[in-house]
């Protein structure tokens, strides 16, 4: 998924052609200086070709990908494009400018998965070709000390600046097949922010895996193993609303930055457990309880910015509608 939407450059209206071209009469016929074409050209910027060919995992030409171009800077700032055709290349002509490009290749057979590849500087300057080639992407290897956990979703996203405009971009799985890659030339330091957290499950014990990173290029692969003393624990622990058992659900994200996050149900009195990674930064809990009566709504309560440290045991408690 892909956080920039397309959108059309819009063409001149039958009426606005008419009163240009009669202006322009009316400045010759007075014997003035012929300044339309000035005009003209300040209006209308230049615009360059942009071939983009897609390749697969194979390096053979293919149609199955999802391509944005989206502008940063220079008069085309404000498009947003995604051109397709189902031969694998395609053309098409925008204005001079700084642009992103990110394309989603999905791979065809067994295995499938999919290759996010992501060029955060495309100057446009010229007419330019591009490849996009699912081989240079590398996996996203993210994964828990447990051997018998199991995926439940993942999330990475971009942030990427330039002469003071941002893009976001962002890509949610329900698989650990992703593969990522940067693509052209780095952007300046530290234009290009990213994250990535997945998020697994093991019985009672649920893990949220995250990473975070500034840089001048997009991740090409990301691989993190933690291993059980890298980890922190955090309890979130839900006492019995109105003294009698009863369900809540905890949902559990980063502080800082986009994610997907996790919600899971607790029976209370009871306690949640998830080991996480310090290095994601600190953590927001919000806690809902769900009444026994129908009549009731839910009340939810947050405690935010939780900070953790690895090998130590961080608790959050709440006790029917108050966090302790």
Known sequence: MNTSSPSRPSSPSRRSVLRTATLGAVVAAAG??????????????????????HLDRAGRPTGAYATTVSGLSGPGAQESVQPYDPSGTVTVRLPRGRYVLDSVLTAQGSGGGTDWIVRPRLDLDRDTTV?????????????????????????????????GAERFLNQVVDAPTLRVAHLGPAAEPGAVRQWYDAYWS????????GHTGTSARALTGLTLHPSPRQLATLLVHGGAPQGAPGTATVDLLPSEGPTVGLSRPLATPGTATYLVTPERGAWDVVYTVRPSTPE????????????????ATTTRSFDGAARL
């Open 296 to 311: 009731q709504p839910p009340e939810s309560y947050r405690a935010e910015g939780i900070h953790v440290r690895a090998g």
């Open 32 to 53: 003035l200086a012929p300044a339309g074409g000035a005009v003209a050209a300040r209006r209308t910027p230049d615009t360059y070709s942009l071939t983009i060919t």
């Open 131 to 163: 490849t996009v080639d699912a081989r240079a992407a590398r996996p996203v290897d993210v994964r828990p000390p447990a051997r018998t956990a199991a995926f439940l979703h993942g999330g990475m996203f971009l942030r990427i600046t330039h002469d």
């Open 202 to 209: 093991a019985g009672s014990v649920s893990y949220a895996l």
